[in-house]
Nanobody, 118 residues
Framework: QVQLVESGGGLVQPGGSLRLSCAAS????????MGWYRQAPGEQRELVAS??????????DSVKGRFTISRDNAENTMTTVYLQMNSLRPEDTAVYYC?????????WGQGTQVTVSS
């Protein structure tokens, strides 16, 4: 069982930045892909960004050029994925979820609220 712990959400003004983190309790070698999804009220959950085992990244069109996904494995038994969000807009307001595909299973974080408002 892989545990995911998210952090970094909050309230930010339009044009501001936030960095989300998600620590997964597993080695990077067990991970096929990691990603960030978001869900706004009344909307379906959507993929924001992903990174696979080879380091290839993928972004939703709405965040290209503003968001950056990255990961590190400073500890052998833990892998962290980040989402750097710049030039935030009110339409980026949502609950952001970390997702990890490891050991043949999908794991989800608890979600962290991001609110972009003046």
């Amino acid at each position: 069982q892989v545990q995911l712990v998210e952090s970094g959400g909050g309230l930010v003004q339009p044009g501001g930045s936030l960095r989300l983190s998600c620590a997964a309790s597993t080695s990077i070698f067990s991970i096929y892909a990691m990603g960030w999804y978001r869900q706004a009220p009344g909307e379906q959950r959507e993929l924001v960004a992903s990174i696979n085992s080879g380091g290839k990244t993928n972004y939703a069109d709405s965040v290209k050029g503003r968001f950056t996904i990255s990961r590190d494995n400073a500890e052998n038994t833990m892998t962290t994925v980040y989402l750097q969000m710049n030039s935030l807009r009110p339409e980026d307001t949502a609950v952001y979820y970390c997702q990890v595909d490891a050991w043949g299973n999908n794991y989800w974080g608890q979600g962290t609220q991001v609110t972009v408002s003046s």
